[in-house]
């Protein structure tokens, strides 16, 4: 460490900051230390994680297979972390995390309690100012954001929310502290993926559950089991084969699509493949599936109506499925929530579908939920609204750049980013998992980590060619954002409402398609990355 006495006085001085200590946060301290960089995490919950220190609610687990999420750096972690669900619950994840942060030390280089309000760039020593709510302030070099994208909780604009008179919380926040659920009363407004996971497990436990629906959500089974201890030998002689595997699939997972033509496959064929895919565990049905179905219209209509079907085969009462059953988007054009007898939770006596678009919610009352049609008196209102997805945590920090300039204003239109890893007036402010960037789209533990080695990398090369400024050049961002909205319309999602298209319906006031997500795929964005450094980080303005 040390400090910068010239014109910070107070500010102790970085080569690199990190802010969040989530997945990619770890990651990079890890490989920034690596490198022989001083280098602090800032993180602002009073311990690691990210989403899995914050996400605690009931039934909150990964739907990435365990064992292709976690890193591949160290082969002693490999071998001596044993995975025991194939879709690990959240406190696995948590303890995988602090178990890595323990063992590699990098705990002491992270600084907890620690939200960064303001980073303010310097043209003449080419270092940023952080500025943390606390008033500490660091100077660095590289300021490197590794705040998640989905970490801004949203809640909903409903007239009399804080006049409810008992508990209320969005699932992000759901308490540390154990909540005693039995017999309980319960609102839960959304049926997103997060909703989808906690829907069955209140049903469990609680007296009535009442669940307000905008748009329903196509939703397959999870089919998670746990991994025997000879499994888990197996999986750990093969990891080289499974992390191979994710690197030529386009989500970074194990399941790659079906380039066949699904109307070329004859069709007594094409359905007992959709069968093998609902009864397969995780994202195949949506990954591994006919690449056809995420592109073509008449595929996904087909596809589609085969899992109405099967919603309806679950659901007892036909008026309940129906509502169940989206009209407005087909399968696999918003995020595929994982389910796990979610929709057998609705045979249940005691959970009600309040379809809201038939009794709108009206207000929240000291005693409940009140609807066009009646009062739902209830003990307890759980918020499971979403996020402001992929920006929401960044335009929270005043990043000012070049000229004050604004990264917030810069990108209050939709984001302009080279690879999505920079934004032109933000030299050497590189975000991790950022908007339009390969890794925030895809299995987040092997797009994050390959980002990140890209990063140091890049670091490295700075440092040895005597670098210590990096920005993109105009037209490589232009030529990128018009590269990523061109990704969007070779997808049937490009035109569906939801956190991938940037316009998601939970955020108020957001009526247009903003390019936040790279569709082209993980190989797509590896092999651009790989061209860009051997054409000399091509696109960057390097000093
Ligand atoms: P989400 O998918 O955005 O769902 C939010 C839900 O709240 C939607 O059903 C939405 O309805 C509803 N809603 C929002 N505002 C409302 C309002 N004013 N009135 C009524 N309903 C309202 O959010 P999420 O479920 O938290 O999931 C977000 C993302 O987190 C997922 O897509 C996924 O990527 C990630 N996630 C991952 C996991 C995992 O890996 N295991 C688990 C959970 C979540 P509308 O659709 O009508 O707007």
């Not at 099967?310 to 309940?320: F, G, Q, S, W, Y």
């Not at 309040?354 to 009352?365: G, L, S």
């Not at 790279?518 to 980080?537: D, F, I, S």
Request: proline fraction near 5%.
């Amino acid at each position: 460490m040390s400090t910068d006495s010239t014109e910070h006085s107070t500010a102790e001085h970085r080569d690199a900051i990190v802010i969040g200590a989530g997945l990619s946060g770890i990651c990079a301290l890890y490989k920034l230390r690596e490198l022989g960089l001083d280098t602090t995490v800032l993180e602002a919950a009073e311990d690691l994680g990210g989403t899995w220190f914050h996400n605690r609610y009931p039934g909150c687990r990964f739907d990435s297979e365990s064992y292709t999420y976690c890193y591949t750096f160290s082969d002693e972690l490999l071998a001596e972390w044993n995975w025991t669900e194939h879709f690990a619950p959240r406190g696995e994840t948590l303890r995988y995390l602090n178990h890595v942060a323990d063992k590699f030390d990098l705990r002491p280089h992270m600084r907890f309690g620690s939200r960064v309000d303001r980073c303010v760039w310097d043209e003449d020593t080419h270092t940023w100012r952080v500025e943390l709510t606390d008033g500490t302030v660091y100077t660095t070099r590289y300021v490197i954001p590794a705040v998640g994208v989905l970490s801004s909780p949203v809640m909903p604009t409903i007239e009399g929310i804080d006049s409810f008179g008992g508990p209320w919380w969005h699932t992000y926040n759901w308490p540390h502290e154990p909540i005693d659920l039995a017999g309980k009363r319960v609102a839960v407004i959304g049926t997103g993926a997060t909703a989808v996971q906690l829907i069955p497990e209140l049903a469990k436990v609680v007296g009535e559950l009442y669940v307000f629906q905008r748009r329903p959500n196509w939703c397959a089974p999870l089919h998670n089991r746990e991994i025997t201890p000879e499994e888990m030998a197996d999986i750990k002689s093969r990891y080289d084969e499974i992390f191979a595997q994710c690197r030529i699939t386009p989500g970074g997972f194990i399941h790659n699509p079906l380039r066949t033509p699904m109307f070329d496959v004859p069709e007594e064929e094409r359905y007992a493949f959709f069968e093998e895919l609902y009864a397969s565990s995780g994202f195949r049905i949506w990954q591994g599936n006919y690449r056809d179905i995420l592109m073509d219209e008449k595929a996904n209509d087909e596809f589609t109506a085969f899992v109405a079907n099967k919603i309806r085969e679950r659901v007892n009462d036909p008026a309940v499925a129906d509502k169940l059953i989206p009209t407005d988007h087909g399968f696999g054009t918003r995020r595929v929530p994982m389910e796990t007898r979610y929709y057998e939770a609705y045979n249940q006596p005691n959970v009600h579908l309040i379809d809201i678009n038939d009794t709108p919610i009206e207000r929240v009352v000291p005693t409940g939920v009140q609807t066009a049609e009646q009062t739902y008196e209830v003990d307890l209102i759980v918020y499971a609204t979403g996020f402001d997805a992929m920006t929401g945590t960044l335009d929270k920090i005043d990043f000012l750049g070049v000229d004050g300039a604004k990264l917030r204003d810069a990108w209050s239109y939709e984001p302009a980013t080279y690879l999505g890893l920079q934004s032109l007036g933000f030299p050497n402010l590189i975000v991790l998992a950022g908007p339009q960037s390969g890794s925030g789209f895809t299995n987040f533990g092997r797009g994050v980590e390959e980002t990140v080695d890209w990063v140091t990398a890049l670091i490295a090369y700075m440092r040895d060619h005597g670098h210590t400024r990096i920005e993109p050049e105009a037209q490589a961002q232009e030529d990128w954002v018009r590269h990523v909205a061109d990704m969007y319309d070779l997808l049937l999602l490009g035109k569906v409402r939801s956190w991938f298209t940037g316009f998601n319906s939970n955020i108020e006031g957001r009526d247009h398609v903003r390019h936040v997500v790279y569709n082209g795929g993980a190989p797509r964005y590896r092999k651009k990355l790989t061209e860009v450094v051997e054409q000399g980080y091509a696109g960057f303005q390097l000093s």
